[in-house]
Every structure is written in C-alpha cells, then in structure tokens.
C-alpha cells in the first residue's frame, strides 16, 4: 500500500487528475505506464481510498478523491507530497536493511557506511536539499495555512521565522496578510530552496 502511494506521487498522477478525470488509457499514455499492471494500480488506489472510479476496465474513469485533490496535487499550497517524495526517493530504501538494524542497533540511513554524517549528505546537491527541506514543508502546510489565515495580525507588522527552511511559514503569512514583513533565517543551502518556494507562490516581488 505504501510503494503504490508513493509510486502515485513519483508519477505525479494525481497532479494531473487534478486538471481532469482520465480514463485508464489515457493514464497510460500521459505517465508512460505498461498495460500489464495498469488496472491493478489504479484500482489499488480507488481501494486505498485516494482515488474515485466510475466504470470498469476499458470504460473506467478515474478522478482524484477530495482529499487527494486538496493535498496530493503539486499546484496546489496545500500540497503535502514533498515528505512521500522523499519517503520514496530516500526513506524507502532503507527498509531494505531492517534486519541489520534490529540485530545492530545501528542507523540504517546514510551514515549507516560510516561517512559523512546525514546534513553534510543532504546539504551535499541542491537536489537532495529540496528534497529534504520540501519535505518539511509539506509536512507542516495544514498548520502554515491555519495559522495564516486564523491568527490575528491586525496588531503585528513583522515576523521572523528562526530555522525557516523553505521559507513556507512567512510565505503563507504574507499572501494572507500583506502587511506583514517576514524573514525567514536559515543556513546558507537552505536559501536558493526558500527562494524557488517563495517564486512559486507570486511572492518574488514582495
């Protein structure tokens, strides 16, 4: 259940449902999928809760559940697959080495070769730090958005965010209360990501 969720995220299907419900072979052509396995994706996803069906097989139709269609499409703020992207890019794997972990009581994640340590591995390619910091993110997006449009700042012009990350907090704040002036504070890696997010959310000029 887990890898076909995560597999969903990694092809940004439900990002592309968001813009229209799709038939099975349409699905196909537009992620690149076999026919072999199609159906039983898709129906393990209507199973799972995160997506609807009207119709069967050749004549089935697939459309996002409301929830998936508020959290899982990337367009949207409220997204929150960043933390399933990273979950199947780099958390995933290391289920792979359960048994070590048990028998040792040894981390399993990157430093398990004994390396470099997990930030200097994360903050190693922009990449990996994207990742890492949407991932965060994404986590926190409910809450970010609650606070924004839920707390009073009528008596407040500033914010500083300390440990910021993707700068996802202030943004929030600020497309919800333009007058506010937020900083967000972070390490060095962290600022083409904030950066990129605050770009994202038309706050570039801001």
Request: charged share 20%; net charge neutral.
């Amino acid at each position: 259940a887990s890898k076909t969720l995560l597999t969903a995220v990694k092809l940004e299907l439900f990002t592309r449902l968001a813009v229209r419900p799709l038939s099975a072979r349409e699905i196909k052509f537009e992620i690149c999928l076999h026919e072999r396995g199609l159906y039983d994706f898709l129906d393990t996803l209507v199973a799972l809760g995160f997506l609807q069906r009207s119709g069967k097989r050749q004549t089935a139709v697939y459309s996002n559940s409301p929830d998936t269609d508020l959290f899982l499409d990337k367009n949207k703020l409220s997204y929150i697959g960043g933390m399933l992207e990273m979950a199947n890019n780099r958390l995933y794997p290391f289920w792979n080495f359960l048994e070590q972990g048990l028998r040792s009581g040894n981390p399993q994640n990157e430093i398990r070769t004994g390396g470099i340590t997990l930030f200097e591995e994360i903050y190693s390619s922009t990449d990996k730090t994207r990742e890492f910091v949407n991932a965060m993110g994404g986590i926190q997006a409910g809450n970010f958005i609650t606070f924004a449009t839920e707390f009073d700042f009528s008596g407040y012009n500033t914010l500083c965010d300390i440990g910021g990350a993707g700068a996802m907090l202030s943004a929030h704040v600020v497309s919800h209360n333009p007058h506010m002036k937020c900083i967000s504070f972070d390490l060095p890696p962290v600022c083409p990501i904030a950066l990129e997010n605050i770009s994202k959310m038309g706050l570039a000029s801001k």
